[in-house]
């Protein structure tokens, strides 16, 4: 029998990402960690910890912003003009 472990809250020193398969779920997730129930906003990705997560139906990340700058310090340090 397999088991399958889900995590939802992911906390890191005064950072916490609540990540769900529905928003309905993400509401309950929110109650659980806020006293208030404030309102998040909806976005597409986030930037956690220097990687950027996207919004998709299965986890999801994307690595071109790190591609990017590991090319920009690369460069700036071997370029030689």
């Known amino acids: 029998m397999d088991v399958i472990t889900c995590v939802?809250?992911?906390?890191?020193?005064?950072?916490?990402?609540?990540?769900?398969?529905?928003a309905t779920v993400l509401q309950e997730?929110?109650?659980?960690?806020?006293?208030?129930?404030?309102?998040l906003q909806w976005v597409d990705s986030i930037r956690y910890l220097g990687i950027y997560m996207v919004n998709a139906r299965q986890f999801k990340?994307?690595?071109?912003?790190?591609?990017?700058?590991?090319y920009r310090a690369f460069?700036?340090?071997?370029?030689?003009?």
């Open 29 to 39: 997730l929110l109650y659980s960690v806020s006293s208030n129930g404030s309102a």
């Open 8 to 22: 939802s809250i992911i906390m890191y020193a005064d950072d916490i990402v609540l990540l769900s398969t529905s």
């Open 75 to 81: 460069n700036a340090v071997f370029l030689v003009k």
């Open 61 to 70: 990340c994307r690595y071109d912003y790190v591609t990017a700058s590991f």
